[in-house]
């Protein structure tokens, strides 16, 4: 998930797009990205608890 964001925006740089829309698009790429990201991170933090309170 992580990966493919970055190579958008590697490839969305070599594009000629005005500053104003590129901005634009990389704020909804960040979004993108976060929301990829925090379930991952609130699973991983969830599957620690349940994990350290089995044992």
């Known amino acids: 998930m992580g990966n493919l964001a970055v190579q958008v925006v590697l490839y969305n740089n070599q594009l000629p797009i005005p500053k104003q829309k590129s901005f ?4 909804i790429l960040v979004a993108i990205a976060g929301v990829g990201v925090l379930p991952s991170i609130i699973l991983g933090v969830n599957v620690t608890t349940v994990t350290t309170f089995s044992l």
């Open 24 to 27: 634009r698009f990389n704020r």
